[in-house]
């Protein structure tokens, strides 16, 4: 089950971050393959292998086991992309964005 999470987490992270997994396995200085069996679950990586992913993927250590982070699906709409980015922001900072988008709208629209 553990395996299973880790390696959902490592790809949602790697698309998060637009990297192929050849990508990937090149700046964690893995292989490919490794790389895709630990993204299906089928292989359980070491401590060092999840170290260089961790970097390669630059997070935290312990951002790569939060399973509770809801993660964007590639067929998500624009507008659930744009809740996901704003759902990790304070209200303050998602006020200050509607307002800065609103502005942005309307200078658009008067151009």
């Known amino acids: 089950m553990i395996t299973q999470l880790l390696g959902e987490r490592i790809r949602a992270l790697r698309n998060q971050r637009g990297l192929s997994q050849e990508q990937l396995a090149l700046k964690a200085d893995l292989t490919p393959s490794f790389i895709g069996q630990i993204e299906r679950g089928l292989k ?15 997070v935290k250590f312990e951002d790569i086991f939060n399973f509770d982070v809801p993660m964007l699906k590639k067929d998500t709409s624009i507008i659930e992309k744009i809740e996901f980015l704003l759902s990790s922001r304070t209200i303050e900072e998602q006020e200050q964005l509607f307002q800065w988008m609103k502005e942005m709208l309307t200078w658009r629209d008067k151009h």
């Open 44 to 58: 359980s990586p070491t401590i060092t292998s999840i170290e260089k992913i961790v970097n390669a993927l630059d």
